[in-house]
């Protein structure tokens, strides 16, 4: 497995990382602990050094099961995860909301480090920006921690391009994470080039769009009643038919290249910046085998500029979220 480094952060981890929230549900029911802790192993023993979770997935099992996981990996893996959901530190109820208020995030810090059975948290990302929190106060409270030795790095998720730069004065930021993928480009607009500007690395959730750009979703697939494809504009049957269009785009890329659709997806992704280190997740071994061989998949220039130049004809349907869990973006 390849290497990069976030930025100018000096934090090196596999070209790939594995997002782990699925494992604990968001896309139906949690899964057999005991399977998920061999996938999990199964990806060290393939050169993956980077997870992610948060103590919002669950709550809190998912960084138990990772924690649990990777114990016997201390010092060989990256483990990010993330504060700032209103989730009561005793009794785990995940009120509606955020908090990142300074006392708060201590709390998630200290419980984060139980359950991840680590020293210190490798990258404390801040999960959506706490409007009623100054950022400088949030990453001021991370500062404390890194001098502390309870934190290593610092980051932000979905964050805007101002936020980013005002955290980055008072902490500088090891990476931001968004979701990014081909059908979703925004942070293209501003925050990829402010990361490139301030030498902060960035991390793609969702590289595969949900599962929609590896071939296997059409407008006939029913997804679990828990699933949050179900509430989410871009997977209503009318979008997803709407938006094959970008399917037999990867499609036809991925028959010339002897590959498959979503390895093109993660390889398009990797080949934007050498500083991006996409997080796709999956509950499944023959996935996670498929998503890393994306690393070894080279994209000439003139492919890049085919995928790009054809979707710039295609007209994506739906908003990749819900508007009042898009409303906590880009802050």
Not at 182 to 197: A, I, K, Q, Y
Request: aromatic share 6%; glycine share 8%.
């Amino acid at each position: 497995m390849k290497k990069r480094t976030l930025g100018k952060s000096g934090l090196e981890v596999s070209a790939l990382g594995l997002g782990c929230m699925g494992m604990s549900g968001g896309y139906g029911p949690a899964h057999d602990k005991q399977e998920m802790i061999r996938l999990i192993h199964a990806a060290v023993e393939r050169g993956v050094t980077f997870f992610d979770t948060a103590e919002a997935y669950g709550p809190w099992t998912n960084e138990l099961l990772v924690g649990e996981a990777l114990a016997s990996f201390r010092g060989k893996v990256v483990i990010a995860t993330k504060f700032g959901f209103d989730i009561d530190s005793k009794t785990g109820e995940r009120r509606s909301g955020l908090n990142s208020r300074p006392e708060h995030i201590r709390e998630v810090a200290e419980a984060a480090l139980k359950r991840l059975r680590v020293d210190a948290i490798d990258l404390f990302y801040q999960h959506r920006v706490d409007p009623s929190v100054a950022i400088e106060d949030v990453a001021g409270t991370v500062k404390e921690l890194i001098r502390e030795g309870k934190v290593k790095h610092f980051g932000l998720s979905e964050a805007s391009a101002q936020t980013i730069r005002r955290a980055h004065a008072v902490q500088p930021l090891a990476a931001v994470q968004s979701e990014y993928s081909l059908w979703t480009r925004d942070p293209e607009r501003e925050v990829l080039p402010t990361c490139e500007e301030l030498g902060i690395g960035f991390v793609p959730f969702s590289p595969l769009g949900a599962g929609f750009l590896t071939g296997k979703i059409d407008a006939s697939t029913r997804f679990h009643e828990t699933d949050f494809r179900n509430i989410s504009p871009r997977f209503t049957a009318e979008a997803r038919a709407a938006n094959q269009a970008i399917v037999e785009l990867l499609v036809r890329m991925a028959s010339r290249k002897k590959a498959t659709p979503a390895q093109i997806a993660l390889a398009w992704v990797l080949a934007r910046k050498s500083w991006i280190v996409p997080i796709p997740g999956t509950t499944k071994q023959q996935r996670l085998e498929e998503n890393l061989g994306a690393a070894n998949l080279e994209l000439s220039a003139h492919d890049i500029h085919e995928i790009d130049d054809t979707f710039s004809g295609i007209n994506i349907t739906g908003a990749r979220l819900p508007e009042q869990v898009l409303a906590m973006s880009n802050r």
